[in-house]
């Protein structure tokens, strides 16, 4: 499988190999393909389904329908968005009799075995078309239950957004679910997600509208009930003010109780008890935040606002808007409390969508005027926002390259993405409680294996040192809380992956070097405690115990310990990480600590044994020790960063074959320049992300290269920055 670009399009051919053009327009070509689109919010009733602990919807129609006697059906509908022709991996566990149709076409039907036992998991290959798909569960009340679990394979991959059908709910999150039926529909009878749900020949739940009492009560009592002295709530709109220069308007205040109101952060009309309160007032064009403080009444609890554009002819109401768009609602005000006497937030601290207010009384989150309808940020940009390992490298990288470069936009776009992830993590976790499972940071708030962390958090360090964003320090804690207490050890002391059930069950991984020592590095630089350096170095030296081969002086990519042995094959990226972690971990190293002389020769002896596997055009392998593998850009990357790093803080230049580095380098950075990126900044040949195996076969044949795959984008600027610095060295020797 070579992925060899033509010389003409290669980024050598038009812009030459020097790292720090080649790394900026890797880093320019990255960031307008992912803008700064951070969460898609959207309205959601807690009259719908949770997630399970696992991630999966649980459509469980007996809590709905608590009614229902046995044979009758239920069909719950949905519809996902796909940019292109897909499949989604799902996990069907079965509560009763279930049937699936996607894109009014069938795909599952459960078996008397699945239908009987809700542990089974039943694996369905779920086609996506590019555009809308609709999916549409039909369920049968048994004895055993009614309903089931759907959703992806394995949480770590992520869920799609599932959406409400119809006209009426378009960009709500959730399924939908139809009162009971007698009688299973006949396929050509079944309802499509196309229809106004006035054309169903079923209601659809959840209600998303007030009955006549409740829309008697005020905002404050249908949303937070009997409202008790003390208490208040915010109500957060925006206004558009027209016409030229100021413009003199008439605003009304109607109060059920205690109130204030400000536009654009101007306290504008206050009043003590309830009633009417006008104010004439000018504004200028433009549109303005509207936030309203409000408090219960002796009676009820809300207010209602208008603001009318006063003229010769009479007044004209302003039409108010939401502040930020929410998908699937017509309603124009947010409502966020009720907060308790005692509890003050400043206008600004609460107007934003990116946060979680009284979390120590169990949480606060922003809300519409719908029954149970809450508003929930979903993280659908492809890359932005997203907190995963391959992103957490990647943002290393773009970080170093703004700060090499003295490009701050860079540096902007990664301390804007690692932010709007910790600013949000009380978020998750406080969702997680609340619907079973999170719609955004859902790795770091289930945080149970290293993959959930190091890296991403390792590269939120690296922000913290120029972006000291107060919210890293509590994901921080977390990080190396887990790290520390509860990431599974075995005897020794070593990292390993416990993953009861699944494929990588009681595994050690070469990768979990990265995914741990490099955080742990730079929390202890953070906190100056060095138990956490110790820690790096306890577990760089205990994986040279299960995964070093001496004889070829590289590493297995996995220690299996339910068989008591590596895979004894060298998988390129899989030596990567060990040797790139290595070599940071060198630089922090103290010289006089204790197992850095036995670090230092785990380092030389990594980088002789791959010196010796260089491929002809400078790239290294697929499979190290197989020339006849595919040559991948991520592992040449990390040892040219590995080589780069050695030689300029003094860990090779003192050995006898030091100019063989520095030939290793050059020829590793050409290769990357004429074969791997091409003229627009693309980076080709990186290999997708692995699952273990002892065939060596799995990695050459199996694991296809990609395309601007996140595994090796940061690596190649982390790569180009470190050949700079070397060449800056070199030359400034030679002085």
Known sequence: MPHKIDAEMSIAFRLGSEPERVAE???????????????????????????LSDGRFDLNLDEKHPEAAIGQWAYVLGRIWSDQESHWETAISC???????????????????????????????????????SLLFAFCKTASGFGGAVGTVRSKWGTPTVQAPFAERFGEAGWAYSELANAEWANSELPYSELACSESALAWFPERQWSEEERERGVGSRLFGDGNPGRYAYGWSRVRCAGHGRVRYRLRLVAHGPAAVWVDGEELLSASEAGITERDVELAFGSRDVLVRFAPGADDWGYTLELAHVSAGGEALC????PQPIRGTDECW???????????????????????????????????????????????????????????VTLYGLLRTGRALKRPDMERYAFDHIGFCTRMYAYSLWEKRQYGYPSVNHQLAELDMLDDCGSFASAMLEAYRDCPEPSSLRVAEAVADFMMNRQERKEDGVFYRACPGYYMENTLWGDDLYMS???????????????????????????????????????????????????KVPWGRGNG???????????????????RERLLLFFRELCGGLLKLQGKNGLWHQVLN????????????????????????????DLDDSEAYVQAVRRGWEGLTCHAVDQWGNVHGVCVGSRYSFSPSYYKDDLPWTV???????????????????????????L
């Not at 040797?579 to 204790?594: C, N, Y």
């Open 95 to 133: 509560y009763g009799p279930t049937r699936l149709h996607v894109n009014d076409r069938p795909v599952y039907r459960s078996e008397a075995a699945e239908e009987v036992n809700s542990q089974v998991r039943r694996a369905v290959r779920i086609p996506l078309q590019p555009g809308w798909n």
């Open 25 to 51: 327009t890797i880093a320019l070509r990255y960031i307008g393909n992912h803008p700064k689109v951070p969460f898609t919010f959207r309205a959601f009733s807690r009259r719908g389904f949770r997630q």
């Open 517 to 567: 020592v490099p955080f742990l590095i730079r929390y202890a630089r953070l906190t100056g405690e060095d138990v956490y350096l110790d820690e790096a170095a306890k577990q760089a030296l205990l994986f040279r115990e299960y995964l070093y081969m001496p004889e070829l002086r590289i590493l297995s990519h996995v220690y299996d310990f339910k068989y008591g042995t590596a895979t």
């Open 319 to 322: 039409e108010f808007e939401l």
């Open 708 to 734: 601007n795959d996140t595994h090796g984008i940061g690596i190649v600027m982390l790569a180009g920055m470190e050949y700079a610095a070397l060449l800056e060295r070199l030359e400034s020797s030679r």
């Open 334 to 392: 947010l409502y966020l409390g009720p907060f308790a006497e005692g509890s003050r937030y400043s206008r600004k601290e609460v107007q934003t969508l990116y946060g979680l207010w009284e979390e120590k009384e169990g949480g606060i989150y922003w809300r519409l005027d719908e029954p149970d309808v809450w508003v929930r940020p979903y993280a659908e940009n492809t890359n932005f926002a997203r907190w995963s390992y391959p992103l957490g």
């Open 626 to 653: 197989d020339p006849d593998s595919y040559e991948e850009t991520s592992c040449t990357a990390m040892f040219v960063y590995a080589f780069c790093r050695g030689l300029r803080l003094g860990f090779l230049d």
């Open 577 to 595: 990480w060990p040797v790139f972690t290595l070599s940071e971990l060198l630089e922090a190293l103290p010289t006089a600590h204790p197992d």
